[in-house]
């Protein structure tokens, strides 16, 4: 069974800092892309940051040079380092997983969010 498990949320100050941290287990972590999604109220789900599983990483335009996604293989863990928050970053963050399986079907894996506000 498939688990995500996201944790580090909570409210800080604009130009203030924050880390997420997603646990991930049932699945070969190592082999697997991630990525940090977040949902403001009365909003869609948009897409945070993605790491790839060689390393590549790509972010949302709103984040780029604030935001800062890594992973580690050995403790099965992907991180959303978070500076220079602004009160736009307030939403629920979600760590995906994202697989294929041998028959080259695509599998998403969802946490169940962390939420995350920021005061001006």
């Known amino acids: 069974q498939v688990q995500l498990v996201e944790s580090g949320g909570g409210s800080g100050q604009a130009g203030g800092s924050l880390r997420l941290s997603c646990v991930v287990s049932g699945i070969v972590f190592s082999s697997v892309n991630m990525g940090w999604y977040r949902q403001a109220p009365g909003k869609m789900r948009e897409l945070v940051a993605v790491i790839a599983t060689g390393g590549g990483t790509n972010y949302a335009d709103s984040v780029k040079g604030r935001f800062t996604i890594s992973r580690d293989n050995a403790k099965n863990t992907v991180y959303l380092q978070m500076n220079s928050l602004k009160p736009e970053d307030t939403a629920v963050y979600y760590c995906?997983?994202?697989?294929?399986?041998?028959?080259?079907?695509?599998?998403?894996?969802w946490g169940q969010g962390t939420q995350v506000t920021v005061s001006s």
């Open positions: 995906k997983a994202s697989t294929v399986d041998i028959y080259s079907r695509k599998n998403d894996y």
